[in-house]
């Protein structure tokens, strides 16, 4: 199922941090993660943004996408894990793929819980303002 979205940093991150937000070959990808709130670096329309956030899904917690407003990205395939396959025991990254469809900004809220504890407050809660530009 696609969801549509948003796309680009400005808000806050509580929670462990991911890599920085890096540009993977001349403005083609935006990466960001749980550090990257107050970064400013907005894909182009039609360009992909990734989302990435530390995980151990052996613990029941998985990512989510907990609140989204207008769309301004469409989800690009269902979120992943990386790497694949893990190491024994080692963590792993939650990875979210998004294209840019509409030049606006509007807020995103992800959060990592634990999915059959409703009404628990999650582990970490990551929130920006997603910006697409012409």
């Excluded at 989510?64 to 990254?93: C, F, H, N």
């Amino acid at each position: 199922m696609r969801k549509s979205l948003l796309v680009l940093p400005a808000g806050s991150a509580a929670g462990c941090g991911v890599p920085d937000v890096t540009t993977e070959s001349a403005n083609s990808v935006v990466r960001m993660g749980e550090a990257d709130g107050r970064q400013q670096r907005p894909p182009r329309m039609g360009r992909r943004l990734v989302i990435a956030h530390p995980a151990n899904p052996s613990t029941g917690y998985s990512g989510s996408i907990a609140k989204a407003g207008a769309a301004v990205a469409e989800q690009d395939g269902a979120a992943d894990l990386e790497p694949d396959p893990p190491a024994p025991g080692a963590g792993r990254t939650w990875v979210w793929s998004f294209v840019g469809v509409a030049s606006r900004a509007s807020p995103l809220t992800m959060e990592y819980a634990r999915p059959w504890e409703p009404g628990s407050e999650p582990a970490r809660t990551f929130s920006s303002t997603i910006e697409v530009e012409r």
